[in-house]
């Protein structure tokens, strides 16, 4: 759907920001740009709605170049969500939110139930907030209307540069896990960028990590993690990268590939299935005992984990190419 | 805190009595005599005044606002240094001696007072509009941009509504102080209220002084408030509500 071909940008006639750029997005992929600052990434997502201008190379959307859209309604069809949410002062709630809709000329009945949908999804109340105005908000409820806002006229394309970055860590990870059920719903063709490499592998389906303009790697989160094609790809994610790629895999995950010991009577620890095999490891560690009681959904026993289970399945991951 | 609230309200009160004793020396001694003695002519005078500050004010709004608008378009950015220092050594100079050079061209007449007020009256309007405009959030204009709004219509939508409080204040300081500075209009033969002040100052006649300029005192506090009216009125309620938990919270 979003095809980057060899894209170089040039800022001043010598600082290149992006260094032939070249990978592909499939419609409904939520893709992670990720590197240290100054890598180009933020660059590399303005240039897909012509913020900035492409110095070198093509960006190209279902086929057509995006130097050949109409700016102005390119970039209506293209949610933007920036990291200080950008929300207009002057403005209600409602009239931040409905603005594309408003500019496109929708009528009043698709604008009230279009705002309704929104403020449903995003979890805040529509008549509470409708004639509120932003600063009367808090930073995460201001960041929620930033998304919304984004989504309002339903873009096929949603630019996310950084928008959890700004707020606090505890608001942050609600938001995330909002933003992935709110993607499940939407399905949207996505590119965000991020600094953070554990929002990167717990948001995205893909990861492009940058250096110095150049693109790195660009693959699975599992692949990021577990085989990195480049020294500095393993030194950007850690040292912790196999305890990182833990949290991508749950229990259920574990089990399709090994079989539990099904005697549970002597052990007191219980984790559901789908907890992911990092919080089961942690469970695990803080136990007296060797093993913990997995259980589904219904608390049905399903059988006993161990350290060495988990160990023995990471390594079947590890040893699958593009897992 | 409290401690300057006390001094606040004590200043205010004290403020109070000082006006009260004035206008009671004043209407004791028969001072605004020539007002109800000679009401054509206190009106006439009035009108001329209002007529002066009107016409050069109304100009210089619907010049300075425009001219910041375009200072502030990033094509024309550079000119903005070399614009805001002219209208700023316009205000340097004098209001007197820009009236006397203007006499000076345009002979004189209540045509000349206007011009001479108009270019004293553009710069505070001129310099908030800029600086209103300069003060609306990057981040915020790049949302604006990215979500596909033409520059118009960030124009209309994101920056006049965001500069207006302080594009309202420029007028407004503008507005008062081109009031006090219309009796000047008197020294080039533009009438207004300043024709009984200087009469009032070259005979020592306190009646004809003081019947000069108190009703330009209460036209300049009338203008003062009609402006804050208006402000309640245009300025988006976002942005008012907006610099009040400003304020508030300093």
């Given at each position: 759907m979003i095809k980057f071909q060899n894209v170089s940008k040039t800022y001043n006639g010598n600082v290149k920001a992006v260094k032939d750029v070249s990978f592909n997005i499939e419609a409904g992929e939520f893709v992670i740009l990720i590197g240290p600052s100054g890598c180009g990434k933020t660059s590399l997502l303005r240039m897909v709605n012509q913020l900035e201008t492409i110095t070198e190379g093509d960006i190209v959307l279902n086929g057509k170049s995006v130097r050949d859209f109409n700016k102005i309604e390119m970039r209506r069809k293209m949610g933007y969500v920036i990291q200080s949410n950008g929300l207009f002062p002057n403005m209600t709630i409602e009239d931040n939110v409905m603005i594309v809709p408003n500019l496109l000329g929708w009528d009043k009945v698709k604008k009230r139930q279009r705002y309704q949908y929104l403020m449903d999804l995003i979890g805040l109340n529509p008549d509470e907030y409708k004639k509120r105005y932003p600063h009367q908000l808090s930073g995460g409820q201001q960041q929620r209307i930033g998304v919304a806002r984004a989504l309002a006229a339903d873009p096929p394309i949603m630019l996310m540069d950084e928008p959890f970055g700004a707020l606090d860590p505890i608001i942050r990870t609600r938001l995330q896990d909002e933003f992935l059920q709110i993607q499940r719903e939407v399905q949207k063709t996505i590119l965000f960028v991020s600094h953070d490499i554990d929002e990167a592998v717990k948001m995205g389906d893909k990861i492009a990590l940058m250096r110095h303009g150049e693109l790195i790697q660009y693959d699975t989160p599992a692949n990021i993690l577990l085989h990195p094609r480049h020294e500095f790809v393993s030194e950007f994610v850690g040292e912790d990268r196999v305890l990182k790629s833990m949290s991508l895999y749950t229990v259920k995950d574990l089990l399709e590939s090994i079989t539990l010991d099904t005697n549970v009577s002597s052990t007191q620890q219980t984790v559901h299935e789908q907890t992911t095999l990092r919080n089961a490891l942690s469970v695990l560690l803080s136990t007296n005992s060797q093993k913990i009681k997995v259980v589904d959904i219904e608390e049905r026993p399903i059988g006993t984990l161990t350290i060495d289970q988990i160990e023995q399945f990471l390594q079947l991951k590890a040893g699958q190419k593009g897992a | 805190m409290s401690k300057n609230k006390t001094i606040a309200f004590t200043v205010k009160i004290l403020f109070w009595i000082a006006i009260i004793v004035f206008f009671i020396w004043i209407f004791k001694n028969d001072l605004l005599i020539h007002v109800y003695q000679e009401p054509s002519r206190f009106l006439n005078l009035l009108t001329q005044h209002i007529i002066i500050v009107l016409i050069s004010g109304s100009i210089a709004i619907l010049t300075a606002i425009p001219l910041g608008i375009i200072l502030t378009r990033t094509k024309f950015r550079k000119w903005e240094w070399l614009l805001v220092n002219i209208v700023n050594l316009g205000q340097t100079i004098p209001s007197l001696a820009v009236l006397a050079l203007i006499m000076g061209i345009l002979g004189i007449g209540m045509k000349s007072a206007i011009v001479g007020l108009f270019l004293f009256s553009l710069l505070p309007i001129l310099q908030n509009t800029i600086a209103g405009i300069h003060s609306v959030d990057e981040k915020t204009l790049d949302a604006a941009k990215g979500m596909g709004l033409t520059p118009l219509q960030i124009l209309w939508k994101v920056e006049l509504p965001q500069a207006s409080y302080s594009i309202f204040a420029g007028i407004r300081t503008s507005l008062v102080i081109n009031v006090g500075t219309a009796a000047l209009a008197y020294l080039i033969?533009?009438?207004?209220l300043g024709v009984w002040i200087f009469t009032g100052i070259q005979l020592f006649d306190n009646a004809f002084l003081l019947s000069g300029a108190v009703p330009l005192t209460i036209l300049a506090l009338l203008v003062d408030y009609l402006c804050k009216g208006l402000e309640f009125l245009i300025v988006p309620k976002g942005i008012r509500l907006a610099k009040q938990s400003v304020t508030n919270n300093n």
């Open positions: - | 033969g533009g009438g207004g």
